[in-house]
């Protein structure tokens, strides 16, 4: 089925520990973005990727890091976790070619994390 | 840069009664306009979205939206609500000359019975 794989689904984190959020889709859409979702703040983009190879800040990006090897995979990093990241992080892709019709986003199912 | 304001975090509705949950954007250049839902602890659904054409959009469950270049709005409405419609619903923009969506903070909809 295509889609975005995300994982893991769920974390605990002793604070100070390094961690890496999986992501993988099967679409070679050419973008892709990781979001976290608080309460009352909704979805806030943490770093993007236009194109295999790119990367981008998004509007929270201190904290985190991302990468672009292929197409398929965009991980996020938090090299030293903070109690501030405990949050549900989505990744998500777009194909930036298809303008019009079926253009859109495809999200991922999210990664709870909390940091302790 | 494109942001996205929804006033009210919180509507609450009658089942059978209209269902009008607000979204203004700023934008420089002609945006790309979209309503997601969330079902508590899923993942985002796509409601509908508005790229270019016809400005009253037409979306899954019964929802539409209409895009109002002068007021830059795009207000998600739905005749009659259900139970079924309580969730969170999350408008977003991006644009042509950036591939980013930007995300309003979400209006939680509650249905009474």
């Known amino acids: 089925i295509a889609g975005i794989t995300q994982a893991p689904t769920s974390q605990i984190l002793a604070a100070g520990r390094r961690m890496t959020l999986r992501c993988t889709q099967d679409?070679?859409?050419?973008?892709m973005y990781w979001y976290r979702q608080d309460l009352g703040l909704g979805l806030r983009l943490i770093h993007y990727s236009n194109t295999a190879g790119t990367t981008g800040k998004g509007e929270v990006p201190d904290g985190y890091s991302v990468s672009r090897a292929n197409t398929d995979d965009f991980p996020l990093t938090l090299a030293s976790a903070v109690p501030s990241q405990t949050s549900v992080y989505f990744c998500?892709?777009?194909?930036?070619?298809?303008?019009?019709?079926?253009?859109?986003?495809?999200f991922g199912s999210g990664t709870r994390l909390t940091v302790v | 840069a494109q942001s996205v304001t929804q006033l009210g975090s919180h509507v609450s509705v009658s089942e059978g009664a209209l269902v009008l949950l607000r979204c203004n954007y700023s934008s420089s250049v002609p945006p790309y306009l979209f309503w997601y839902v969330q079902y508590p602890n899923q993942g985002l659904q796509l409601l509908l979205k508005y790229t270019t054409g016809a400005t009253l959009v037409k979306g899954i469950n019964g929802f539409e939206a209409e895009f109002k270049k002068s007021e830059t709005s795009f207000h998600l409405t739905k005749p009659s609500a259900h139970m079924s419609d309580a969730a969170e619903y999350f408008c977003a923009v991006s644009e042509d000359s950036s591939y980013k969506l930007i995300f309003g903070s979400g209006t939680r909809l509650l249905v009474r019975p």
């Open positions: 998500a892709s777009s194909d930036h070619y298809r303008r019009t019709g079926d253009y859109g986003y495809t």
């Open positions: 679409m070679r859409h050419n973008a």
